[in-house]
Nanobody, 124 residues
């Protein structure tokens, strides 16, 4: 059974950094991808970034490209999202999700398992 647990959210000022963690269990290392999504109040859940489990492939939403970095530590079964130069518009609940699919990794419907989310609030 796959389980995902996010942590690392908090309240920060604009321009600050945070690192989110997504601790996984039940994934096999060679055929999974993990994505980060976020949902702001009153808005749809949107794609942020994904990484294939080997770490060979990463992809970012335009809104975070150059500021956020996704990485994985297979020894720790954890995927990270380093968020720098945070803006007020980054305020949202951040979710990690896993999938065994190879395509459509920017789409919510491509992911099978989801964590409970962690709140990120950026004050301006």
């Amino acid at each position: 059974q796959v389980q995902l647990v996010e942590s690392g959210g908090g309240l920060v000022q604009a321009g600050a950094s945070l690192r989110l963690s997504c601790r996984t269990s039940g994934l096999t290392f060679t055929n999974w991808a993990v994505g980060w999504f976020r949902q702001a109040p009153g808005k749809e859940r949107e794609f942020v970034a994904f990484i294939t489990w080997t770490g060979d492939d990463t992809y970012y939403a335009d809104s975070v490209k150059g500021r956020f970095t996704i990485s994985e530590d297979s020894a720790e079964n954890t995927v990270y999202l380093q968020m720098n130069s945070l803006k007020s518009e980054d305020t949202a609940v951040y979710y990690c999700a896993s999938t065994r699919r190879r395509g459509g990794l920017v789409l919510r419907r491509s992911y099978d398992e989801w964590g409970q989310g962690t709140q990120v609030t950026v004050s301006s």
